[in-house]
């Protein structure tokens, strides 16, 4: 069975073969730690983290290295931490809303089910390395240093045309388009409309670290630049799979290519590039002035993580996703069921039905359909492919009393009710009997009479 996957780049679903026949390396752009992650950023996250099983039960687990970073500078890293710490001196304050940042986003997506990556590189951390691709492509002849500024010229990117890839064949759009397209308002120092910033000056204050190409002022790498540099010192100057979601493709990936591929000669950066779709709510395109602005810590108080996950795979990763009430309460009905019938069953070998479309480029939409499929035929297929996609953390104990107790519900009140209704029932007080599930419907609980004269109970939904 073959993995195909569809690339950005060729625009075509392509197998996949890996540069190294026993070992799989992939980079997926992490989040940038300012704010409490939102619904939208958790979208890369699960689909990667499926893809990321995916290659390991393929592979082997410890033959897929999955790197994703955390962004920790930025402006709106720095503006967030002026605003809410105004009493700190900047880098302080700064370190406080990163950490925090890091922390809140880790809880979130540990709840999710992902795993973590091999390795979460920080920014701050690779400064050497991005000047060291500073350098190469000034040296190159690819970038130019203006007023303090390292500046990248796509244009002579294009011009130098030596077994490097095209700038904008990524993003699928020709350089005199951008230049027509492109703001006039552009800074001074530039020499080209559409030559982007790969380092400038830090206004005093803010984190700085010595320049490359003998600026003699210090200041701070751009934003492209920092996933160029994680990206070779975890995986190499040329490596298998790049993934983020669809707005990143241009101008991110676009320059993350250039950068790399001008830094090292190569024609490609990554074999695959892959880009989830969109995700809005309600129909609506999320944002704070709608406020339909919604987090994962928000989400996971009402939901749990794995119903948030669910939720996201119904949804063919390329598509749109319309992120609805409506869906999630169905989501949460769907795991309730397999919790109860398969949470507890010894999990088989993941079904073909299942692992077959997951092949066919992550159709995680049909590997659900199939889940369904096998619930009334082969549970212990479907244990064993709910674990593959990232279920079934929890007992089905734990996760009935994990709703129980995310509702209020006194079990030790239920089962007293319980039985004074069994009691009832035996000597035929059915009014009694009745008064009694009636008071637990109305606590939202709902009784489940067995054969053998036990009665069980489980929360409706
Ligand atoms: P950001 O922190 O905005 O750079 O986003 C982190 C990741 O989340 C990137 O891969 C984005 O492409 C992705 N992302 C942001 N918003 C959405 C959204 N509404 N739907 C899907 N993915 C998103
Ligand atoms: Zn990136």
Redesign the pocket.
Known sequence: MELRLYDTLSREKRTFVSLDANNVRMYV?G??VYDFAHI??A??VIVFDVLFRLLRHLYGEAHVKYVRNITDVDDKINDRAARDFPGLPLNEAIRKVTEETGRQFHADVDALGALRPSVEPRATEHIGEMREIIEKLVAGGFAYVAEDHVLFSPQAMNAANAGLPRYGALSNRSLDEMVAGARVDVAPYKKGNTDFVLWKPSKPGEPSWPSPAGIAAQGRPGWHIECSAMAWKHLGEHFDIHG??I??VFPHHENEVAQTCCAFHQQRMANYWMH?G??QVESEK?SKSLGNFITIHELLADWPGEVLRLNMLKTHYRSPIDWTMKSLEESAKTLDDWYRVAADVEPGRPAASVVEPLLDDLNTSLAIAALHGLRGSDVNGLAGSLRLLGFLSESAAQWEGRKQQASGIDAKEVERLIAERTAARRRKDFGESDRIRNELAAMGIELVDHKDGTTTWKLKR
Request: net charge neutral; glycine share 20%.
């Open positions: 752009c989040p940038t939208g950023n979208r890369p983020g979601g707005d990143l989830n969109f995700l999320m």
